[in-house]
Nanobody, 124 residues
Framework: QVQLVESGGGLVQAGDSLRLSCAASGRTFSSYCMGWFRQAPGKEREFVAYISRSGDSTAYADSVKGRFTISRDNAKNTVYLQMNSLKPEDTAVYYC?????????????????WGQGTQVTVSS
């Protein structure tokens, strides 16, 4: 079992930055690929970014590429999402998720554990 707790969300203005954190319980954090997803009001949840178990492989949705950076600290059992140049369309609940398979995935179904989400609101 892995428990995930996100933090760092809030209300910001367009152009601002935020860093989300996701703290994982358990001693096997480094065995999981990690992903960030988001769900805007009235929309389906969508992939944002993933990072491999060692951190040497990352991928991003086109909508956030160049603005968001995913990273992880396996010693701290934490994955981060640095979000720069935020836009109103980035407003959503952001979720981190853990995937126990070998390679990270953009697909929700690949992820075994999910956090409760943290709200990010970007005003124009």
């Amino acid at each position: 079992q892995v428990q995930l707790v996100e933090s760092g969300g809030g209300l910001v203005q367009a152009g601002d930055s935020l860093r989300l954190s996701c703290a994982a319980s358990g001693r096997t954090f480094s065995s999981y690929c990690m992903g960030w997803f988001r769900q805007a009001p009235g929309k389906e949840r969508e992939f944002v970014a993933y990072i491999s178990r060692s951190g040497d492989s990352t991928a991003y949705a086109d909508s956030v590429k160049g603005r968001f950076t995913i990273s992880r600290d396996n010693a701290k059992n934490t994955v981060y999402l640095q979000m720069n140049s935020l836009k109103p369309e980035d407003t959503a609940v952001y979720y981190c998720a853990a995937d126990g398979t070998l390679r990270p995935s953009r697909r929700e179904i690949a992820y075994d554990y999910w956090g409760q989400g943290t709200q990010v609101t970007v005003s124009s």
